[in-house]
């Protein structure tokens, strides 16, 4: 299998749906060091974030963050991803971590608040939810999972879990709330997706995870790897 041909796929994708040229960049198979093929763990979120100095990197947009390319290389890491890389990282306690998304095009965010800029439904004509794009998405992320064959696959957000679990056709193993944290919130929803486990947790930075939460999350991880 060569993911280089899902990368083409990608590109082409986004030419026959203009709305995605409007991103400054598309992320997959990203991973966090090039001293490596094979990743032990595959982190995804929702979508890559932007930030205004992203658009400073102005060639052949939308440009993108894969194992061919990655234009922090050149443009330098903000640092908003250097700290994601760490928590990573840290998380997983392993450097052979691999990035993808549920939906590879960036935006300001997947909302509808002005406050944070750019609305999702401004940029690509849709709400988040009715992206159409998705099972195209699925089909890649799908040959990303068989490429790596990893040992983990963390989703870092809660809110949409039951909602990509369909889309993924995922099994639901178990629920966990972190009982040592007076939120009592669930931190861990457990899925397989083909006897791989499938977490996803609270998101790392932005999900407000407290001391306890994190070593919880942090413990599940090491004992299922």
Not at 127 to 132: G, T
Request: charged fraction near 25%.
């Amino acid at each position: 299998m060569n993911l280089s041909n899902n990368l083409k796929k990608i590109r082409e994708y986004a030419k026959n749906h203009t709305e995605l040229l409007k991103s400054h960049h598309f992320l997959f198979n990203c991973p966090l060091s090039k001293d490596f093929k094979y990743s032990d763990a595959i982190v995804i979120g929702l979508n890559p974030g932007e930030s205004p100095r992203d658009w400073d990197y102005g060639k052949n947009l939308p440009t993108e963050e894969s194992h061919e390319f990655d234009f922090h290389d050149e443009f330098g890491k903000g640092r908003s991803a250097v700290r994601w890389s760490k928590y990573c990282k840290d998380y997983l306690k392993t450097d052979k971590v691999t990035l993808s998304e549920f939906f590879f095009w960036s935006s300001a965010q997947v909302g509808e608040d002005p406050l944070k800029g750019e609305t999702f439904s401004e940029r690509f004509g849709y709400k988040f939810k009715n992206c159409p794009h998705f099972n195209f998405c699925k089909e890649q992320n799908i040959d990303l999972i068989n490429f790596h064959n990893p040992k983990v696959i963390i989703a870092t957000g809660t809110t949409y879990s039951d909602y990509f679990a369909k889309i993924y056709n995922l099994k639901h193993i178990e629920t966990l709330n972190c009982e040592n944290d007076s939120r009592n919130r669930r931190v861990i929803v457990h899925y397989e997706f083909n006897d791989t486990p499938f977490l996803f947790t609270p998101h790392w930075s932005a999900g407000f995870v407290s001391n306890e939460e994190e070593m919880f999350i942090k413990n599940f991880i090491s004992r299922i790897k």
